[in-house]
C-alpha cells in the first residue's frame, strides 16, 4: 500500500493506493491492513473511523495497453447493525478492447447527481 500525504502545504488530504480488484474490495483490503496492524481499537470503532475519514474510492482498471478509471464510489458512512459500509456507485464504465482496432470502447454511466 502506498501512501501520499503533505500536511505542511496546506491541504486537508491524502491520498492512498489499494490493490484491488474492484473498488468495493479496496475498502475491504483497506479495512484488513488496518486490522493487522496491531492497534488495539474495537473493531467496529475502525470500520466507522474508516467510513468517516474515507470520501471516495477511485477503481483504476489496466487493460493491454491502457489504464482507465472503471469506477468511482463514494463512502456514505457504516452501519453498525449490518456491519456493511454505506457505498454509493458515482460512475461506472464497462470497457471492451478491440483488437481490431487496437483500442478500447466502452459505455459509461455518472450514476450520481449532477452538481450543476
Known amino acids: 500500500m502506498w501512501e501520499e ?5 496546506g491541504q486537508s ?33 475502525i470500520k466507522s473511523n474508516i467510513a468517516d475519514s474515507l470520501n471516495i474510492i477511485i477503481q483504476i482498471e489496466r487493460r493491454p495497453g491502457i489504464r482507465f478509471v472503471s469506477q468511482v464510489l463514494e463512502i456514505c458512512g457504516y452501519n453498525v447493525q449490518t456491519d456493511q459500509y454505506d457505498l454509493k456507485q458515482n460512475y461506472d464504465i464497462d470497457v ?3 483488437e481490431s482496432i487496437g483500442a478500447a470502447c466502452g459505455t459509461k454511466s455518472a450514476i450520481g447527481q449532477n452538481s450543476s
Open 96 to 98: 471492451v478492447q478491440s
Open 13 to 45: 488530504g491524502t491520498i492512498s493506493t489499494v490493490h484491488a480488484n474492484s473498488a468495493a474490495q479496496g475498502i475491504s483490503r483497506f479495512t484488513t491492513c488496518v486490522l493487522q496492524s496491531g492497534v488495539e481499537i474495537p473493531y467496529f470503532a
Open 5 to 9: 500525504s503533505s500536511p505542511s502545504d
